[in-house]
Protein backbone atom coordinates (compact mmCIF):
# COMPACT_ATOMS: atom_id res chain seq x y z
CA UNK A 1 0.00 0.00 0.00
CA UNK A 2 2.85 2.34 -0.50
CA UNK A 3 1.25 3.17 -4.06
CA UNK A 4 -2.03 4.43 -5.37
CA UNK A 5 -3.21 5.09 -8.97
CA UNK A 6 -3.40 8.38 -10.05
CA UNK A 7 -4.68 10.09 -13.60
CA UNK A 8 -1.08 12.00 -14.12
CA UNK A 9 -0.42 15.56 -16.58
CA UNK A 10 2.92 14.89 -17.58
CA UNK A 11 3.06 17.63 -20.62
CA UNK A 12 0.89 20.78 -20.95
CA UNK A 13 -1.30 20.01 -24.08
CA UNK A 14 -0.70 16.00 -23.90
CA UNK A 15 -3.26 13.41 -22.73
CA UNK A 16 -3.65 12.59 -19.34
CA UNK A 17 -1.88 9.18 -18.24
CA UNK A 18 -3.16 6.77 -15.86
CA UNK A 19 -0.16 6.04 -13.21
CA UNK A 20 0.44 4.63 -10.05
CA UNK A 21 2.56 7.19 -7.87
CA UNK A 22 3.69 7.31 -4.10
CA UNK A 23 0.78 6.97 -1.28
CA UNK A 24 1.26 10.07 1.13
CA UNK A 25 1.27 10.32 4.56
CA UNK A 26 -0.33 13.14 6.47
CA UNK A 27 2.23 15.60 7.64
CA UNK A 28 1.91 17.87 10.72
CA UNK A 29 -1.16 19.84 9.90
CA UNK A 30 -2.72 17.38 7.52
CA UNK A 31 -5.67 14.97 6.75
CA UNK A 32 -4.84 12.23 4.49
CA UNK A 33 -8.03 11.62 3.08
CA UNK A 34 -9.34 8.79 0.84
CA UNK A 35 -10.57 10.36 -2.14
CA UNK A 36 -14.54 9.51 -3.19
CA UNK A 37 -15.33 11.78 -5.81
CA UNK A 38 -13.35 14.88 -7.31
CA UNK A 39 -14.83 17.76 -8.85
CA UNK A 40 -13.67 19.11 -12.12
CA UNK A 41 -14.25 22.78 -13.04
CA UNK A 42 -13.15 24.55 -16.16
CA UNK A 43 -9.88 25.57 -14.72
CA UNK A 44 -8.87 22.10 -14.48
CA UNK A 45 -9.48 21.91 -18.57
CA UNK A 46 -6.77 25.20 -19.04
CA UNK A 47 -4.66 23.63 -16.66
CA UNK A 48 -4.53 20.50 -18.97
CA UNK A 49 -4.07 22.81 -22.08
CA UNK A 50 -1.46 24.84 -20.74
CA UNK A 51 -3.30 28.23 -20.64
CA UNK A 52 -3.96 28.31 -16.77
CA UNK A 53 -0.32 30.20 -15.90
CA UNK A 54 -2.25 31.87 -12.85
CA UNK A 55 -2.46 28.14 -11.61
CA UNK A 56 1.50 28.03 -11.48
CA UNK A 57 1.59 24.05 -11.68
CA UNK A 58 4.31 22.45 -11.75
CA UNK A 59 4.92 18.90 -13.67
CA UNK A 60 4.14 16.25 -12.97
CA UNK A 61 0.78 17.05 -11.70
CA UNK A 62 -2.51 15.65 -10.46
CA UNK A 63 -5.26 17.41 -11.08
CA UNK A 64 -8.13 18.12 -9.43
CA UNK A 65 -8.67 21.18 -7.11
CA UNK A 66 -12.35 20.07 -5.13
CA UNK A 67 -12.48 16.87 -2.76
CA UNK A 68 -15.09 15.02 -1.01
CA UNK A 69 -13.89 11.60 1.25
CA UNK A 70 -13.05 9.78 3.96
CA UNK A 71 -10.42 10.75 6.60
CA UNK A 72 -7.87 8.12 6.50
CA UNK A 73 -5.13 9.36 9.35
CA UNK A 74 -4.58 12.58 10.76
CA UNK A 75 -1.10 14.19 11.49
CA UNK A 76 0.10 15.96 14.26
CA UNK A 77 -1.02 18.96 15.25
CA UNK A 78 -4.51 18.61 13.69
CA UNK A 79 -7.60 18.78 15.75
CA UNK A 80 -11.20 18.51 14.74
CA UNK A 81 -10.51 15.82 12.48
CA UNK A 82 -10.93 11.99 12.91
CA UNK A 83 -10.49 8.68 10.67
CA UNK A 84 -13.73 8.04 9.41
CA UNK A 85 -15.05 11.82 8.80
CA UNK A 86 -16.95 12.38 5.65
CA UNK A 87 -15.06 16.02 4.52
CA UNK A 88 -14.90 18.27 1.69
CA UNK A 89 -12.84 21.59 0.57
CA UNK A 90 -10.89 22.95 -2.29
CA UNK A 91 -7.76 21.61 -1.36
CA UNK A 92 -4.97 20.78 -4.09
CA UNK A 93 -4.42 20.42 -8.21
CA UNK A 94 -2.62 23.55 -8.38
CA UNK A 95 1.06 25.34 -7.68
CA UNK A 96 2.71 22.09 -6.20
CA UNK A 97 -0.10 20.58 -4.08
CA UNK A 98 -1.34 16.99 -5.16
CA UNK A 99 -5.24 17.33 -6.86
CA UNK A 100 -8.04 14.89 -6.30
CA UNK A 101 -7.80 12.81 -9.12
CA UNK A 102 -6.32 9.71 -6.96
CA UNK A 103 -6.87 7.47 -4.65
CA UNK A 104 -5.63 9.42 -1.67
CA UNK A 105 -4.93 12.82 -0.85
CA UNK A 106 -2.77 14.36 2.14
CA UNK A 107 -4.59 17.70 2.16
CA UNK A 108 -4.17 20.87 4.51
CA UNK A 109 -6.94 20.19 7.31
CA UNK A 110 -7.52 24.28 7.84
CA UNK A 111 -9.16 23.66 4.20
CA UNK A 112 -11.29 21.09 5.05
CA UNK A 113 -14.52 20.80 6.34
CA UNK A 114 -17.27 18.09 7.51
CA UNK A 115 -19.77 17.06 5.21
CA UNK A 116 -23.58 17.74 5.76
CA UNK A 117 -25.28 14.18 5.85
CA UNK A 118 -27.69 14.89 3.75
CA UNK A 119 -25.39 15.80 0.70
CA UNK A 120 -23.87 13.41 -1.08
CA UNK A 121 -20.21 12.06 -1.89
CA UNK A 122 -20.41 13.79 -5.56
CA UNK A 123 -22.48 16.80 -4.46
CA UNK A 124 -19.48 17.75 -1.99
CA UNK A 125 -17.08 17.38 -4.55
CA UNK A 126 -19.05 20.11 -6.94
CA UNK A 127 -18.96 22.50 -4.06
CA UNK A 128 -16.07 23.45 -3.20
CA UNK A 129 -14.40 25.99 -5.86
CA UNK A 130 -18.14 27.45 -6.75
CA UNK A 131 -18.97 28.13 -3.80
CA UNK A 132 -16.02 29.31 -2.39
CA UNK A 133 -16.12 32.16 -4.99
CA UNK A 134 -18.87 33.10 -4.51
CA UNK A 135 -18.74 34.02 -1.03
CA UNK A 136 -15.94 35.60 -1.57
CA UNK A 137 -17.44 38.18 -4.39
CA UNK A 138 -20.36 38.48 -2.11
CA UNK A 139 -19.97 38.42 1.11
CA UNK A 140 -16.04 38.92 2.31
CA UNK A 141 -16.06 42.07 -0.96
CA UNK A 142 -19.42 42.71 -1.53
CA UNK A 143 -20.88 42.74 2.28
CA UNK A 144 -24.28 42.08 0.84
CA UNK A 145 -27.05 42.28 2.88
CA UNK A 146 -30.72 42.58 3.93
CA UNK A 147 -32.92 44.29 0.49
CA UNK A 148 -30.10 45.24 -1.63
CA UNK A 149 -30.09 44.82 -4.92
CA UNK A 150 -27.89 42.09 -6.51
CA UNK A 151 -27.12 41.23 -10.08
CA UNK A 152 -24.78 38.41 -10.66
CA UNK A 153 -23.62 37.61 -14.37
CA UNK A 154 -24.17 34.06 -15.29
CA UNK A 155 -26.77 33.56 -12.96
CA UNK A 156 -27.22 29.59 -14.23
CA UNK A 157 -23.27 28.86 -14.31
CA UNK A 158 -21.29 27.47 -11.84
CA UNK A 159 -20.20 29.90 -9.73
CA UNK A 160 -23.16 31.95 -10.40
CA UNK A 161 -25.67 29.91 -8.98
CA UNK A 162 -24.17 29.70 -5.95
CA UNK A 163 -24.62 33.34 -6.16
CA UNK A 164 -27.85 33.58 -6.90
CA UNK A 165 -29.08 31.34 -4.03
CA UNK A 166 -25.92 32.95 -1.31
CA UNK A 167 -27.46 36.67 -1.96
CA UNK A 168 -31.21 35.26 -1.44
CA UNK A 169 -30.11 33.74 1.33
CA UNK A 170 -28.71 36.71 2.56
CA UNK A 171 -31.76 38.89 2.29
CA UNK A 172 -31.20 40.19 -1.15
CA UNK A 173 -33.18 41.36 -3.91
CA UNK A 174 -31.24 38.94 -7.15
CA UNK A 175 -31.47 39.55 -10.50
CA UNK A 176 -29.58 37.49 -12.80
CA UNK A 177 -28.59 37.23 -16.13
CA UNK A 178 -29.12 33.99 -18.93
CA UNK A 179 -29.87 32.67 -21.79
CA UNK A 180 -33.64 31.98 -22.94
CA UNK A 181 -33.29 28.40 -21.88
CA UNK A 182 -31.73 29.11 -18.41
CA UNK A 183 -34.78 31.20 -17.85
CA UNK A 184 -36.18 28.08 -15.81
CA UNK A 185 -33.40 27.32 -13.55
CA UNK A 186 -32.33 31.24 -12.40
CA UNK A 187 -36.19 31.98 -11.42
CA UNK A 188 -36.51 28.51 -9.62
CA UNK A 189 -33.69 29.46 -7.46
CA UNK A 190 -35.82 32.68 -6.62
CA UNK A 191 -33.87 35.46 -8.92
CA UNK A 192 -35.67 37.60 -11.65
CA UNK A 193 -34.20 36.61 -14.83
CA UNK A 194 -32.95 39.33 -17.56
CA UNK A 195 -32.18 37.66 -21.11
CA UNK A 196 -28.98 39.50 -21.82
CA UNK A 197 -29.40 39.08 -25.54
CA UNK A 198 -32.40 40.39 -25.87
CA UNK A 199 -32.18 43.66 -23.15
CA UNK A 200 -29.30 45.76 -23.24
CA UNK A 201 -27.53 47.35 -20.29
CA UNK A 202 -29.59 50.74 -19.88
CA UNK A 203 -33.09 48.59 -20.93
CA UNK A 204 -32.65 45.83 -17.44
CA UNK A 205 -30.95 49.00 -15.55
CA UNK A 206 -33.69 50.89 -16.24
CA UNK A 207 -36.12 48.63 -15.54
CA UNK A 208 -35.26 46.92 -12.58
CA UNK A 209 -33.90 50.20 -10.75
CA UNK A 210 -35.33 52.72 -11.96
CA UNK A 211 -31.70 54.04 -14.06
CA UNK A 212 -29.81 54.37 -10.72
CA UNK A 213 -28.32 50.87 -11.15
CA UNK A 214 -27.74 47.44 -8.64
CA UNK A 215 -26.27 48.49 -5.21
CA UNK A 216 -23.36 45.21 -6.08
CA UNK A 217 -23.23 43.20 -9.52
CA UNK A 218 -21.03 39.56 -9.62
CA UNK A 219 -19.22 39.21 -12.88
CA UNK A 220 -18.69 35.68 -13.61
CA UNK A 221 -18.33 35.63 -17.09
CA UNK A 222 -15.45 38.27 -17.87
CA UNK A 223 -14.68 40.10 -21.16
CA UNK A 224 -17.41 42.18 -22.39
CA UNK A 225 -20.18 41.13 -19.04
CA UNK A 226 -17.29 43.41 -16.76
CA UNK A 227 -17.68 46.26 -18.77
CA UNK A 228 -21.52 46.13 -18.80
CA UNK A 229 -21.22 45.43 -15.20
CA UNK A 230 -19.40 48.93 -14.49
CA UNK A 231 -22.09 50.31 -16.39
CA UNK A 232 -24.72 48.43 -14.61
CA UNK A 233 -23.76 49.59 -10.85
CA UNK A 234 -25.65 51.92 -9.06
CA UNK A 235 -24.94 55.13 -8.61
CA UNK A 236 -22.67 56.36 -5.53
CA UNK A 237 -22.13 53.49 -3.89
CA UNK A 238 -22.29 50.70 -6.47
CA UNK A 239 -20.01 47.79 -6.01
CA UNK A 240 -19.16 45.30 -8.56
CA UNK A 241 -17.19 42.20 -8.37
CA UNK A 242 -15.56 39.58 -10.73
CA UNK A 243 -14.07 36.37 -10.66
CA UNK A 244 -12.59 36.45 -13.98
CA UNK A 245 -11.11 40.29 -14.48
CA UNK A 246 -7.97 39.56 -15.89
CA UNK A 247 -8.67 41.83 -19.13
CA UNK A 248 -7.77 45.00 -19.72
CA UNK A 249 -10.79 47.82 -19.00
CA UNK A 250 -11.85 51.15 -19.14
CA UNK A 251 -13.10 52.17 -15.31
CA UNK A 252 -14.32 55.83 -16.88
CA UNK A 253 -18.22 54.12 -16.66
CA UNK A 254 -17.26 52.75 -12.98
CA UNK A 255 -15.67 55.87 -12.20
CA UNK A 256 -18.82 58.36 -13.19
CA UNK A 257 -20.92 56.27 -11.39
CA UNK A 258 -19.03 57.15 -8.48
CA UNK A 259 -19.14 52.84 -7.82
CA UNK A 260 -16.29 50.63 -7.06
CA UNK A 261 -14.50 47.27 -7.72
CA UNK A 262 -12.89 44.30 -6.39
CA UNK A 263 -11.42 41.26 -7.79
CA UNK A 264 -11.64 37.46 -6.79
CA UNK A 265 -8.45 35.25 -6.92
CA UNK A 266 -9.86 32.06 -4.82
CA UNK A 267 -6.86 29.97 -6.01
CA UNK A 268 -4.05 32.82 -3.99
CA UNK A 269 -4.35 30.92 -0.22
CA UNK A 270 -3.60 27.49 -2.03
CA UNK A 271 -0.67 29.09 -4.01
CA UNK A 272 0.36 31.40 -1.24
CA UNK A 273 -0.41 29.36 2.06
CA UNK A 274 -2.10 32.54 3.36
CA UNK A 275 -5.46 32.70 4.73
CA UNK A 276 -6.40 29.00 4.03
CA UNK A 277 -8.56 29.12 7.64
CA UNK A 278 -10.49 31.41 5.50
CA UNK A 279 -11.55 28.65 2.98
CA UNK A 280 -12.11 26.12 5.54
CA UNK A 281 -14.46 28.45 7.54
CA UNK A 282 -16.25 29.48 4.39
CA UNK A 283 -16.78 25.39 3.66
CA UNK A 284 -18.80 25.37 6.86
CA UNK A 285 -20.94 27.70 5.94
CA UNK A 286 -21.39 26.05 2.82
CA UNK A 287 -22.46 22.80 5.00
CA UNK A 288 -24.28 24.60 7.40
CA UNK A 289 -26.91 26.09 4.58
CA UNK A 290 -26.84 22.54 2.90
CA UNK A 291 -28.06 21.38 6.01
CA UNK A 292 -30.55 23.69 6.25
CA UNK A 293 -31.89 23.03 2.46
CA UNK A 294 -31.00 26.41 1.48
CA UNK A 295 -28.35 25.40 -1.19
CA UNK A 296 -28.41 23.44 -3.82
CA UNK A 297 -25.28 22.24 -6.72
CA UNK A 298 -26.51 21.52 -9.97
CA UNK A 299 -24.64 18.04 -11.71
CA UNK A 300 -24.41 17.18 -14.76
CA UNK A 301 -25.67 13.16 -14.91
CA UNK A 302 -22.43 12.19 -16.86
CA UNK A 303 -20.68 9.25 -14.91
CA UNK A 304 -16.49 9.53 -15.16
CA UNK A 305 -13.95 7.15 -13.22
CA UNK A 306 -10.42 7.33 -12.41
CA UNK A 307 -9.07 6.60 -15.57
CA UNK A 308 -7.24 8.85 -17.80
CA UNK A 309 -9.84 8.18 -20.61
CA UNK A 310 -12.86 8.86 -18.53
CA UNK A 311 -11.10 11.88 -16.94
CA UNK A 312 -10.54 12.97 -20.47
CA UNK A 313 -14.21 12.55 -21.50
CA UNK A 314 -15.07 14.88 -18.07
CA UNK A 315 -12.93 17.50 -19.54
CA UNK A 316 -14.45 17.42 -23.08
CA UNK A 317 -17.84 17.16 -21.49
CA UNK A 318 -16.87 21.12 -20.28
CA UNK A 319 -14.45 22.26 -23.51
CA UNK A 320 -17.67 21.30 -25.59
CA UNK A 321 -20.77 22.51 -23.66
CA UNK A 322 -22.75 19.33 -23.58
CA UNK A 323 -22.00 19.23 -19.22
CA UNK A 324 -25.90 20.47 -17.63
CA UNK A 325 -24.40 21.39 -14.48
CA UNK A 326 -21.21 20.49 -12.45
CA UNK A 327 -19.17 17.29 -13.52
CA UNK A 328 -17.63 14.89 -10.97
CA UNK A 329 -15.65 12.29 -11.62
CA UNK A 330 -16.17 9.26 -9.51
CA UNK A 331 -12.83 7.49 -7.40
CA UNK A 332 -14.62 5.50 -5.43
CA UNK A 333 -17.06 3.72 -3.80
CA UNK A 334 -18.43 5.60 -0.89
Known sequence: MNTMQAVVLNTFGAPLSDQRI?????GAGQVLVRVIASGVNPLDTKIAAGKADHAQVRLPAVLGIDIAGIVDSVGDEVQGFAPGDRVFGMTGGIGDVQGSLAQYAAVDARLLAHMPPRLTMREAAALPLIFITAWEGLVDRARIGEGMKVLVHGGAGGVGHMAVQLAAVRGA??????SAGQRAAIENMGATFIDYQSSSVDQYVQQHTGGEGFDVVYDTVGGATLDASFRAARQYGGHVVSCLGWGTHALAPLSFRAATYSGVFTLLPLLSGKGRAQHGAIMKEAAALVAEGKLKVA????????????VTAAHAALLDGTARGKVVVQVAGD
Open 22 to 26: ARPVA
Open 173 to 178: QVYATG
Open 299 to 310: LDAGVYTLDAAS
